[in-house]
């Protein structure tokens, strides 16, 4: 057997959870190789039951398959730990199936702080990146400042000495380059709580949490601005819940592996949010392409079967940042309406756009797709014309490659063709050959476009979802 990968070909929010689910249905494993509590990934069963994860595998609906999120990630332990006792409350049991790689880097409540302090620095500067503030840009760069990365080891080793030395570098950070006050920090901290509360209303409402924990009011120092001596000993707490479940998550993989078993590597967000080859600087801290999920795993690529890249039959992104097949405003919203988009992590409103050939081959060239899985192609029903982007015209001349240049990007016309839509429900078909004419030729269009990439031409489609429930989905193989 081997490692499937599972990639966002887009800005993220194509799909992958669906996906991760169905393939999890013959695996073994399944592990989330890189970002954090950012990203949300969605999976709806049979009957209708949404469930939202966003540090556990999506593959954990499946009983009996191991969970493991990898080193390439950052973990915020306590959010980690609700999501299981709300997993555990739902009645599937994890306690000899869920790991932690003991080299994930710990992400803390000050870096959700961090990120809070350092887009209100960038808003008086006009320059917002539009982050989801978890704090996954900050904990990202601790990594890479090596110093000032704390690994979930650590909870056995002991972190004191570090974690009060990263304390006093970060108040200088906050006091000197941000210029925060107490009267700014009190602000930022009243709403870290509200977004908090917000965001874990059910667990609330199920008794899975304490809204105390979820306060963070309660960090602040009128003179030190933190009260670091809290969130140590929150820490040191939750270290007693999380030792059981580290691990050698790399070796694990290696393992199942070798036994002849299946394991589903689920990247989170999607290519163009990856830190070297997305829409910088509007992108993710991590790698969340083919390359980036076997280093946030720990296997070889050698030991890659297949992977799928999953693409929404048009277009969405969430967050700052150029768009260039952006649907006017009235579009948009009725295909936001129909699609539900809206955030999975922070319920934001997804801008949406009509599907881009020059983003498909980029995706495509880099990543290595051997399959596509296309999404939400229902969603486009009713619709009497579909424009496709097929390449991008700047300053006279057609591009040949996605523009690195974010002023290019911002610059660049669309060279678009019409095709025609459907009216036919297609949410029952389970075949290829149950859709409509017209949405045949749309998938075709799709694969097509994907295959004008160099390497391509063996590039096949494994899925179409044609609703939202994982029962709704043709598969071609």
């Known amino acids: 057997m081997g490692a499937d990968i599972v990639i966002g070909a887009q800005w993220g929010d194509e799909g992958k959870g669906k996906l991760t689910d169905i393939l999890a249905e013959t695996a073994d494993g399944s592990i989330k190789p890189n970002g954090g509590g950012n990203a949300g990934h969605t999976v709806i069963d049979e009957t209708g039951m949404e469930v939202i994860f966003h540090y556990l595998s999506s593959a954990m609906m499946r009983p009996n398959i191991i969970l493991a999120t990898g080193p390439g990630s950052v973990v915020n332990p306590k959010c980690l730990m609700n999501e299981r006792a709300a997993a555990q409350n739902m009645g599937l049991k994890l306690d000899d199936r869920f790991f932690v790689d003991e080299r994930v880097s710990m992400l803390m409540p000050y870096h959700r702080i961090q990120d809070f302090v350092e887009e209100w620095t960038k808003s008086k500067q006009g320059g917002k990146i539009g982050t989801t503030g978890h704090g996954i840009g900050p904990a990202y760069t601790d990594q890479a400042n090596r110093h000032t990365d704390i690994m979930f080891v650590d909870f056995i080793k002991g972190f004191e000495e570090n974690f009060f030395n990263i304390a006093e570098d970060k108040i200088s950070l906050f006091r000197g380059k941000n210029g925060v006050t107490s009267d700014v920090m009190k602000g930022i901290l009243q709403q870290l709580t509200n977004n908090q509360l917000r965001d874990n209303k059910s667990l609330l409402e199920k008794g899975l949490v304490r809204e105390e924990d979820l ?27 999380m030792k059981p479940y580290l691990t050698n998550t790399s070796h694990l993989a290696n393992r199942l592996i070798s036994e002849g078993k299946k394991i589903v590597l689920e990247a989170s967000q999607g290519h163009f949010l990856d830190k070297i080859y997305g829409t910088r600087k509007f992108v993710t801290s991590s790698h969340p392409i083919s390359q980036g999920a076997v280093l946030g795993s720990g296997i070889s690529p050698m030991l890659v079967d297949r992977i799928f890249g999953v693409v929404k039959a048009y277009v969405t992104r969430v967050g700052a940042g150029p768009f260039p097949t952006k649907f006017e405003d009235s579009i948009a919203e009725k295909i936001r309406q129909i699609g539900k988009e809206y955030g999975a992590t922070t319920g934001r409103p997804r801008d949406c756009g009509y599907f881009d050939g020059v983003m498909a081959r980029t995706a495509q060239e880099i990543n290595g797709f051997t399959h596509l899985a296309i999404t939400k192609l229902d969603v486009l029903t009713g619709m009497e014309q579909i424009p496709v982007c097929y390449d991008y015209e700047l300053d006279g001349e057609v591009l040949e490659t996605y523009p690195a240049s974010i002023s290019d990007l911002e610059r660049v016309n669309p060279i678009v063709e019409i095709h025609p839509g459907w009216k036919e429900d297609i949410t029952s078909a389970r075949k290829y050959a149950g859709l409509p004419k017209n949405a045949k030729r749309y998938v075709d269009v799709i694969l ?3 295959q004008r990439a160099y390497n391509a031409q063996d590039l096949k489609i494994g899925f179409i979802s044609v609703g939202p429930r994982r029962d709704q989905v043709i598969k071609m193989f």
């Not at 306060?215 to 602040?220: L, P, S, V």
């Not at 120092?221 to 969130?231: G, T």
Request: without cysteine.
């Open 215 to 241: 306060d963070y009011n309660k960090y602040f120092d009128k003179n030190s601005l933190l009260n670091y001596e809290i969130m140590y000993e929150e820490l040191l707490r939750v270290s007693e819940h």
């Open 448 to 450: 097509e476009e994907h």
